[in-house]
């Protein structure tokens, strides 16, 4: 199906634009798979791990019928794809939908708009997002083309996590006893762990390249838990793009990637063999970014390789990857993102706002009868947003919002914290720790103007976290360590081509500042991407109001929404 609109040049028509309507078929179904000389069953998509890509032009149409044929519930979230009125396909488990349960199906309308690059899709219920991933392909719209010369070829690189143990159980396991989830087992490169993992070494994903010719690597971390370095050895990298929106291009030695987030990086295959030798392979590899101090993290390292073509079966050279606590290094990567902001790729930040909302990130604890859990000082592990440790519903938010149901969620998620305190300091007082369990949600007038502060908190442990809002990419105007102060933090944003993301790394003991304008009517999750973090409580809800006029308001909800 073909849908026309217009480019619209000075006020002129210019020349029609060609929409299309996709259609994909997802079976989620078990499948066995091989990894680190075990065998086990893993949740699928059309029995592919990772699952298939999807590919769509700017402003395009996808539909995605899904049938569960396994026997767990699940959702599927478009990660970054912002969804214009319709957060009834965005897909976050009791927040926008009840699951899709086993011997059903639910089509998934997906609306592009602005986006365009790389996203992902996952999906949002249990842990199932492990192995249930893939890329999202958003191609510039025909007609129009890269801001960079057009690469050779382009090639997904999924980051992601292996458990040998059934993933649903490390997560239940955990929950029951109130302690940490098990480590992975290894990091993953599209699916295979790479050369130094046992038994793992026939399957290591090889890429054939063409020296002279520029590829295009699109990026995803799809891990759960792990922020992850990532390189080439003898190659450098050009940033061209991140979370589907174009950056200033900057050459770098490696880059530092949250899980959630996506980057699209220029590869050169400029390399010769410096002898006599045919031996011209290269290891990609990745490692953990562990910011934490004293809290245990996957030490081990994925790889895959970069083959010139005529290349000999020689060991691959491997690159230079930052050390595991280097803060140093991921904060000096992340502050070089700014959006291109050019004619073709306007950017439009807020310079002035409605509303500031204050939030603090806090790993917490719950305390358990006579110190019956497997958390710290015998308590059950926790985590918050502004003192709140969300509880997610049994009837979704959005059909509570849309009936009117009530007793479902509060309105009462603060715009500040509860209390302020030296967020960032060292031994806080135990007091601080525990925090108050609710299903709140803030609600904002439709094109507020909001300025968003997450403000990192040494509560047991301070580190890094990757936010990412739903319905909504935003420009992260400002970035620091210690604790935000209003009066002077605001002078050192950058209101001229700050990054424009769907998930913001907050800094370890920090703060992030982002700003973006509320003209998306619906139900919208916000949660930190470290799925633990997710399933411990650190998550609210925004209710974006409805506007004046058709396109200012909620798409009704399709008829086969999956029942509660």
Known sequence: MQLFGFVVLCGLLAFPVLAMTRHYDFVIKEASYTRLCHTKKILTVNSQFPGPTIEAEKGDTILVRVHNLAGYNITIHWHGVEQPRNPWSD????ITQCPIQPGTNFTYTILFSEEEGTLWWHA???WNRAT??????????RGTTYPFPKP???????????WTA???EVIEDALRTGGGPKLSDAFTINGQPGDFYNCSKPGTFKALVEYGKTYLLRVVNAALNEELFFAIAGHQLTVVGTDASYTKPFTTEFIMITPGQTMDLLLEANQKSVTNSTNN???????AYASA?????DNTTTTAIIEYINSSTERPQFPSLPASNDTDSATKFTAKLRSLASKDHPIHVPQTIDERIIITIAVNEILCPNRSCQGPDGNRLAASLNNISFVVPRIDVLEAYYRDIHGVYGTGFPSEPPFYFNFTGDNLPKSLLFPRTATEVRVLEYNTSVEMVLQGTNLLAGLNHPIHLHGYSFYVVGRGFGNYDKDKDPATYNLVDPPFENTVTVPKNGWAAIRFRATNPGVWFMHCHLERHLSWGMDTVFIVKNGVGPQARLLPPPPNMPPC
Not at 91 to 94: D, K
Not at 293 to 297: D, I, L, P
């Open 166 to 168: 059934n993933v649903s």
């Open 293 to 297: 101090n004293g809290v245990a993290s």
């Open 91 to 94: 897909g976050p488990e009791y």
């Open 124 to 126: 949002h219920s249990d």
């Open 152 to 162: 050779y070829k382009e090639i997904p690189i999924i980051l992601g996590e292996w």
């Open 132 to 141: 249930v991933h893939g890329a999202i392909i958003v191609h510039p719209r």
């Open 281 to 287: 392979r290269y290891y990609m590899a990745a490692s």
